[in-house]
């Protein structure tokens, strides 16, 4: 399939590299809110940790006394309103990410195609000083914003562009960060960066993952990197009897669940565990259906960067010198 597509890559590259052309000319104009935004993206479809670093940021600022929302176009989801997220709503009408945003950070989540209308909506509501943070932004450059954090995989030094790969712009598009972010491991490519002339502040995460014990898991996802995701329960010390993995943003079916149970069965596993994002993808008839056979536990992923005090004083100060100019 990918040789099949690799013709239309120079398609893609084009229409999107005229749109980001077509803002730096300013032949375009994005809206701008009245509070900043700080977008934190990725390179790639999926994959590169941006979800717990939008939370962990919310933490951060939150506890600088900073007011925070999240503005996100809700991937997924069944409504086209512009909208807040209610924590005990579903994914079929905010959209997984943002539910779990709204779950884990405790901040307001608001949700729309356009993240301008999106802002505007959280403004009106919220009258004050506040600080947006643009979940999935790089790309959705019809919002102004006061800063640009990447969050860039390894994957994404070699990937090809969509159609054919996962890549939605090219390395070279990260000059237009101002930020960084890269998992801990993967330091041996901060050369690599700099070689490419990025000067960018590197913001290095260490993630841990939180998951209960078990002697037999049947471990299901449906993220990016499953793998990953797989290996890290490994490391964590959990015994994981069988997996199984669907792509990105799967919607679960009656199908799936009974695959995952006949799984539990073959293997007498005493556990279901997924990622919190999954789990808050899975209906309560769904999640009733596997407790019939076994518990259901999500396993949370956390994000630490390296000197947070540090990071966000990188941050705040790019904030103030964006609002001078």
Known sequence: MRRALLPLVPLYSFAAGAKNLAYARRWLHPHRLHGSVVSIGNLSVGGSGKTPLTIRLAELLGARGISVDVLSRGYGRRSNQIQRVNAAGSCE??????????????VPVYVGASRYRAGVLAESEQPGQWLHLLDDGFQHRQLARDVDIVAVHRSDFHADLLPAGRL????????????????DQDRDLEPDLRARSFRQPIWWMSRQLEAPSA?????????????????????????????????????YTA?????????????DADMFLTTEK??????????RSLESAAPVHGARLLVRLSDEPAAIAVLLDLLHAERRS
């Not at 009408?93 to 405790?106: H, K, Q, V, W, Y």
């Not at 990016?224 to 792509?247: I, Q």
């Not at 199908?255 to 293997?267: A, K, S, T, W, Y």
């Open 93 to 106: 009408e905010f959209g997984d990410e943002p539910l779990l945003i709204a779950r884990s950070a405790n």
């Open 168 to 183: 939605r712009e090219p390395i070279s598009s990260l000059s237009r960060a101002q930020i960084i972010a890269m998992r």
């Open 215 to 251: 002697n037999r898991a049947i471990a299901f996802c449906a993220i990016a990197h499953a793998d990953e995701f797989f290996s890290g329960l490994r490391n964590h010390g959990v015994a994981v009897a069988a997996s199984r993995s669907w792509r990105d943003h799967h919607r």
């Open 255 to 267: 199908g799936d669940v009974g695959d995952l149970l006949e799984l539990q069965r073959q293997h």
């Open 278 to 287: 999954d789990l808050v993808r899975i209906t309560p008839e769904q999640r």
